[in-house]
């Protein structure tokens, strides 16, 4: 594989690529069309984390309420995360990491 480095200058024009972005769209963008977008990418970032913890869950074979008790959390909690209404932060994402790498020494460590 070959390395390409590229020096991008904003001060000069000329080392900017044509085509990445468009000037009259930027200028035009208003704070509340970024608000909006903000909005819209957490959105989705959240699905993301729930399409995880539900393939992390399905993929050990476990219901919700199995899960739940394996890793120490309401079911409340498992529901709000595969519904996208809050996502696991800190230790809870980090198992989930290694539940989704290692399953087996996972669950193990949590037997």
């Known amino acids: 594989m070959k390395t390409v480095r590229v020096k991008i200058d904003p001060a000069v024009p000329a080392s900017l690529a044509r085509g990445r ?25 959240m699905l993301d984390a729930a399409r995880f913890v539900r393939r992390v ?28 209404k809050r996502y696991p932060t800190g230790a809870a994402k980090a198992l989930l990491k290694v539940l989704d790498k290692a399953p087996e020494a996972a669950l193990a460590a949590l037997g």
């Open 57 to 84: 869950r399905k993929r050990l074979g476990l219901s919700q309420a199995e899960f739940a008790e394996c890793v120490n959390v309401p079911i409340d909690t498992i529901r709000d995360w595969e519904q996208g």
């Open 21 to 45: 972005i468009d000037p009259a769209r930027l200028d035009a963008t208003t704070e509340k069309d970024i608000a909006a977008q903000q909005a819209a990418d957490e959105a989705e970032a």
